[in-house]
């Protein structure tokens, strides 16, 4: 679903603060976009369009704690490449954004999710190989589109959060970061 635009008004002290979307807890989320009112716009407008996609990859109107932190890098200015969001590479207009990826790459999927089929799963694998990309990919059997997203209950849409497979792949993330930043 869309959201609506609003024209950008600053606070008392001259900065854009305004709200977009909900965390997880349920409370809304609200970004500090400095006060300069071109930037503020700028920025408020890249964090539409990441809000958009955050909604269309999660099936909820709720920011996924991955969309969450880039939103905050967008609003304090220091995010200005795209985001790594399956649009962007599992049906990428441009192949040549996975030659863009200079660090490893860990993606999970859930085996059951109607949302990305293996089609897009294996176009993402051969785009990760041809780019010389140094990736891997955990399939997790019976979860579906969302599993690590404690807010995600959708299952008419084929978005559930899955309890064990989100303790799991949290793991997985762990060992890989400490296998990234060894040193």
Known sequence: MAVRK???KPDPKGRYRPYLGSR?????QRFNLGADRAEAERRMNRLYELWEENVRANGEEVWSPLALHFAKQIAEGKRKIEYPFQSHFLEADDPALAKRIRGRVLAFHGHDDPLVPFSQVDAF???????GVDWELVVYGGAVHGFTNPAAHAPDRGVLYHADVARRAAARVEAFY???FAG
């Open 6 to 8: 609003r024209s950008l």
């Open 24 to 28: 997880i807890d349920g409370k809304q």
């Open 125 to 131: 694998r051969r785009e990760m190989t041809e780019a």
């Open 178 to 180: 400490r296998d990234c």
